[in-house]
C-alpha cells in the first residue's frame, strides 16, 4: 500500500520562506512523477508544481517556488520563498506510476493527506 506523508506546514509571515516535505512508503518515486497541489477554502484543488518528463510550475508561484526529489529517500520537496498570503491552503503531495505529468488532479495516483501552510500578511 503506498501512503505519502506531507510536512514541513505552518503560519509565517509574508515574505517568509517555508519547505514542505513528502515522504513515500509502500513505493519508491523513481520512475514517477511527483507533485504538490493545493487548496484553499472555497476552491477546487489546483497545480503548484509538478516534476517527472518535464518540470512546469503554475503561474502563481513561478520563480518563489521549487520541486526537488531526493529518489534515495523516497521524498519530494516543495522550497516556497517569498510567500504571500494568497498562498494560502492545504499543500497536498501526489505521485503517479509513470513518469508523465499532468496539470490537473484526476490523473495522479497517490495523494498525501495535506499539511496546512498560512501566511499572514
Known amino acids: 500500500q503506498v501512503q505519502l506523508r506531507e510536512s514541513g506546514g505552518g503560519l509565517v509571515q509574508a515574505g517568509d520562506s517555508l519547505r514542505l516535505s513528502c515522504v513515500a512508503s509502500?513505493?519508491?518515486?523513481?520512475?514517477?512523477?511527483v507533485g504538490w497541489f493545493r487548496q484553499a477554502p472555497g476552491k477546487e484543488r489546483e497545480f503548484v508544481a509538478i516534476?517527472?518528463?518535464?518540470?512546469y510550475y503554475a503561474d502563481s508561484v513561478k520563480g518563489r517556488f521549487t520541486i526537488s526529489r531526493d529518489n534515495a529517500k523516497n521524498t519530494v520537496y516543495l522550497q516556497m520563498n517569498s510567500l504571500k498570503p494568497e498562498d494560502t491552503a492545504v499543500y497536498y503531495c501526489?505521485?503517479?506510476?509513470?513518469?508523465?505529468?499532468?496539470?490537473?488532479?484526476?490523473?495522479?495516483?497517490?495523494w498525501g493527506q495535506g499539511t496546512q501552510v498560512t501566511v499572514s500578511s
Open positions: 501526489t505521485a503517479r506510476r509513470t513518469l508523465a505529468v499532468y496539470s490537473t488532479p484526476e490523473y495522479w495516483n497517490y
Open positions: 509502500g513505493r519508491t518515486f523513481s520512475g514517477s512523477a
Open positions: 516534476d517527472g518528463s518535464s518540470t
